[in-house]
């Protein structure tokens, strides 16, 4: 789930709960997993080291300790930085210089454009690694990590396929149907049915209740299922030109202006707050988001929530794992970035950690078909977000996404809440965005 600016705070606090029925929050949150600090090895072992942030979960799920018992003379470290904002200025310098790299590095899927753009020669052509199988992946997936020459820099490890979740029993209140399939095709295809069952819900709305949680979750997720947002294919910045933008920024201003949405900031204290108070009914909800809904709501909660398909397919988050060509054990970091990305793993990584598997062939496997979560009850979520993964639009993803996103979320369109127009907004938004590209 490391996708955008306000991605990063989620990062922050999406590790604190778990999923339930096994499953803790998904992809390499900015929570942090300390470091094991055991940069030696056995005697007479290989040591891979990884590079990470946050949390991807690979110890935490076993898979490091089965990797070594199936092979004896490998021994496995990870040093970890907790947030991503502080590990990719030191990768990028790591990899500009040549020095201080681990075998294998993570990278965060707001900046694997920049890295394939600038850092490819450094890095390791995976695609021709042992084990590794391009069909396993989704299409979107490995494209975010291929150059245009056709070299595969990094092997996907987690996607953020989107889905809405909402509050079973505020609908019931709002005179809604509960149903995820009947909500679904209310929907279904435009981002605008949804604020129109917004509109509805809002007429009835139990006290103090907003129909969605955030001006930035909504914006976020219409744009994730757009083809093209920030950039273009040829990589050139389009934001302020292309009209599905400035669509996704007015359709999110009417709902804001209208009280449809609430006033806070997401990931944010206050935010919290609002889902421990049951102050709204629906929100944009990849996998992970599952996990950040149990640690912050009551007790009472449990099954309370549900998930149904949203308006449109899109992805928030993800990330991938390279291996520098100056590595030391450059062989064996490949092997292992080729098993810990394989679908097998995946899954196991989803059953135990939450994170949504980057390998489709892990899809029709028990983990992910059978996956439950205490918050939405009987909801077949691991169904639901495959679907969604499955028809994601393959979207360009360019060096400073995450600016774009943070000026139309944080320094936009949340500005409707302040009282502001959606002209006054948008133009503070895309002078702010400019000034940030300019530096």
């Known amino acids: 789930m490391r996708g955008t600016r306000s991605v990063h705070r989620a990062l922050a606090f999406a590790a604190i709960a778990a999923l339930g029925a096994g499953l803790l929050t998904g992809c390499a949150d900015d929570s942090g997993s300390s470091s094991d600090g055991d940069s030696g090895g056995g005697k007479g072992k290989t040591t891979i080291s990884l590079g990470l942030f946050g949390t991807f979960g690979f110890k935490e799920a076993g898979l490091y300790a089965e990797y070594e018992k199936a092979h004896p003379d490998i021994k496995i470290t990870e040093n970890v930085t907790e947030r991503n904002e502080n590990y990719y200025p030191a990768l990028v310098?790591?990899?500009?210089?040549?020095?201080?790299?681990?075998?294998?590095?993570?990278?965060?899927?707001?900046?694997?454009?920049?890295?394939?753009?600038?850092?490819?020669?450094?890095?390791?052509?995976?695609?021709?690694?042992?084990?590794?199988?391009?069909?396993?992946?989704?299409?979107?997936?490995?494209?975010?990590?291929?150059?245009?020459?056709?070299?595969?820099?990094?092997?996907?490890?987690?996607?953020?396929?989107?889905?809405?979740?909402?509050?079973?029993?505020?609908?019931?209140?709002?005179?809604?149907?509960?149903?995820?399939?009947?909500?679904?095709?209310?929907?279904?295809?435009?981002?605008?049915?949804?604020?129109d069952v917004g509109e509805t819900y809002q007429k009835k709305a139990p006290k103090g209740t907003t129909f969605m949680d955030s001006p930035g979750g909504m914006l976020n997720a219409i744009l994730s299922s757009e083809k093209e947002k920030f950039y273009d294919a040829s990589g050139e910045v389009v934001y302020k030109t292309n009209p599905a933008v400035k669509a996704a920024f007015d359709l999110t201003a009417k709902a804001t202006k209208e009280g449809l949405v609430g006033s806070q900031t997401q990931f944010q204290p206050t935010w919290d707050q609002t889902i421990a108070n049951v102050k709204f009914a629906a929100m944009a909800c990849p996998p992970w988001m599952l996990g950040y809904i149990k640690g912050k709501s009551q007790a009472d909660a449990k099954g309370k929530w549900d998930v149904a398909v949203a308006p449109k397919s899109g992805n928030w988050g993800g990330s991938f794992l390279t291996v520098p060509k100056t590595g030391k054990h450059v062989k064996e970091a490949q092997e292992l970035a080729a098993w810990l990305t394989a679908p097998a793993q995946q899954a196991k990584l989803f059953s135990v950690q939450g994170s949504f598997p980057s390998a489709q062939s892990a899809y029709s496997s028990p983990e992910v078909t059978g996956a439950k979560n205490e918050m939405t009850g009987d909801a077949p979520i691991g169904t639901i977000f495959a679907e969604a993964a499955k028809s994601s639009p393959v979207q360009p993803i360019g060096p400073k996404d995450q600016i774009i996103q943070q000026g139309l979320t944080d320094n936009g369109v949340f500005l409707v809440t302040k009282g502001k127009s959606a002209e006054e907004a948008w133009a503070t938004a895309t002078k702010t965005i400019d000034n940030n590209l300019d530096k």
Not at 122 to 149: H, N, R
Not at 155 to 184: H, N, S, W
Request: aromatic content about 6%.
């Open 93 to 195: 310098n790591h990899l500009t210089t040549g020095s201080g790299l681990q075998d294998i590095q993570g990278v965060e899927v707001g900046n694997i454009a920049e890295v394939v753009g600038t850092q490819a020669a450094k890095l390791e052509d995976l695609s021709k690694a042992p084990g590794v199988d391009k069909s396993d992946f989704l299409d979107w997936k490995w494209q975010q990590a291929t150059t245009k020459d056709g070299q595969t820099v990094g092997l996907g490890t987690d996607v953020g396929p989107m889905a809405i979740c909402y509050r079973k029993d505020l609908f019931e209140k709002a005179g809604l149907p509960t149903d995820r399939d009947q909500l679904g095709k209310m929907w279904a295809g435009d981002w605008s049915k949804l604020v």
